[in-house]
């Protein structure tokens, strides 16, 4: 344990299922096609909606709340659901992507050397099967069972008598990790569920929430003493943890806080900023049409992509705002060049849209319309997580300052490593 002043928090303890890692759309999966079968009655909505209300608990008592809440009684029992949905969720040779933001958390927290903890209602024969999977294996030569590495104690669901929503993990962890309980205060858990959101307060654990379920059940995490985006937005300094130190400031863009932000970080801030992404990411395909209102409501108009052929790289960014380059590959805007962008990945709050769409502001001007034409963007820093805004006002005003954080950065060379991407702002302009 690190010395540090009271009340300041001096170690870390994680969730791993849906925070470090994203296995939730996968299990959701196989428990959908599962219960379909076995009763015709419920519909794919009411199945996912109780699936993700279930979430965070150890399987087996995840399983009890999802026959009780679809009444499943009169047609399987919960150990039978459960061995059914596991015979779905052969873990070995599945792709379960890192959590957008959790491996430059781990990374940064390992360096200052905070101690870790993972604390997951997975039993250990699972975890273990979870780790073989491929989904770290390419972009950084990492395997998935790396990810361990990083922990100090593990504790696994199978090593208690009651799971989450009880303290009972939270107590082990800290006990593993040389913590009084007196001092649980002093540690901060992070968690996507509700389940165990109420885990760590009883065991008196300082946690935030970076939820796993959709917004419209925000209000289930009210008992988070700060509920994030996402693991991109966390200002460690907020609980007396070492400061990020890769945020770049932009010195000419003056930080305004907004409604609502609650951080104490924000307090002191002076000017925007952007996060570089460790990995850029290219997203090509034709421009598709979207609802009209870039253009007609925000004077805003936006190239939108089609989420679906590129959803498993959006996957990996947090929804939010981000900026970089676009280029027009086919059509008849070819080879006018490469522009600067800034664009919103997500669901666009202000408007609370369903599904999540790609929208990228080309900052310059264009004649005509270029639907259909291929575009290609290369996404290369973060700037900030989708907010709603109390008047459309507000809402242009802000994407104009992002886009004037997009043009300072760039104007000022302050993202590194394009270097590495001289083919592609080459290739065909
Ligand atoms: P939609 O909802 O169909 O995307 P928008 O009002 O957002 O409608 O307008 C987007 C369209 O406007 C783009 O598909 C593109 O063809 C055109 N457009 C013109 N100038 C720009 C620009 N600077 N950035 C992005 N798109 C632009
Ligand atoms: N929509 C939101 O609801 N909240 C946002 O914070 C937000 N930020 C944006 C930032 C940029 C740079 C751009 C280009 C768009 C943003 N929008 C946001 C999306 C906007 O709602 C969308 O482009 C229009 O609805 C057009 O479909
Ligand atoms: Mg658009």
Redesign the pocket.
């Known amino acids: 344990m690190r010395e540090n002043d009271e009340n300041e928090c001096c170690c870390v303890i994680f969730d791993l299922d849906g925070t470090l890692i994203n296995t939730e759309a996968i299990v959701d999966e196989a428990v959908v096609s599962t219960i379909k079968t076995m009763k015709k009655s419920v519909s794919e909505r009411e199945i996912f909606d109780a699936a993700e209300d279930c979430r965070g608990q150890r399987p087996l008592e995840a399983s009890v709340e999802l026959c009780e809440k679809l009444s499943l009684h009169d047609v399987v029992k919960p150990a039978e659901l459960l061995t059914k949905c596991g015979e779905k969720l052969q873990w070995d040779g599945i792709d379960i992507p890192d959590m957008p933001g959790a491996v430059r958390l781990l990374e940064f927290l390992k360096r200052k050397k905070v101690p870790m903890a993972l604390a997951t209602s997975t039993s250990r024969k699972e975890l273990e099967k979870k780790m073989k999977s491929t989904g770290r294996t390419s972009d950084d030569g990492k395997h998935r069972g790396d990810l361990l590495s990083y922990f100090d104690a593990i504790c696994c669901g199978d090593e208690v008598a009651k799971g989450k929503p009880d303290p009972e993990i939270f107590h082990l962890a800290m006990e593993r990790l040389g913590v009084k309980r007196e001092d649980a205060g002093r540690c901060l858990v992070f968690e996507d569920t509700p389940h165990g959101v109420s885990a760590a307060k009883s065991a008196g654990c300082c946690c935030v929430a970076v939820p796993s379920l959709r917004r419209e059940k925000f209000d289930m995490y009210k008992g988070a003493d700060r509920v994030y985006h996402s693991l991109m937005d966390i200002e460690l300094e907020d609980f007396g943890l070492p400061k990020f130190e890769d945020w770049k400031e932009v010195k000419t863009v003056e930080f305004v806080k907004e409604d609502g932000d609650a951080s104490l970080s924000s307090q002191t801030r002076k000017y925007e900023r952007f996060l570089k992404l460790d990995a850029f990411l290219e997203l090509t395909g034709p ?1 598709i ?8 409501m925000l004077g805003i ?4 992509l089609d989420v679906v052929p590129l959803k498993q790289q959006i996957d990996k960014l947090a929804p939010g705002i981000y900026f970089g380059f676009a280029k027009i590959s086919s059509g008849k805007h070819k080879s006018t060049g490469i522009h600067r962008t800034v664009m919103s990945i997500g669901y666009n709050p202000f408007f609370n849209d369903k599904r999540k769409s790609i929208e ?3 900052l ?3 004649e005509e ?3 259909d034409e291929t575009l290609s963007v290369l996404v290369c820093a973060y700037v900030r997580a989708e907010c709603n805004f109390t008047t459309v006002e507000n809402l242009i005003e802000r994407i104009r300052k992002d886009a004037r954080v997009c043009e300072e950065a760039l104007d000022l060379d302050l993202v590194e490593g394009l270097d590495s991407w001289k083919h592609w702002f080459e290739d065909d302009v």
């Open positions: 421009v049409r979207g609802f009209g209102r870039g253009s007609k108009p936006t190239a939108n990228p502001w080309l310059r001007e264009f319309d270029f639907y």
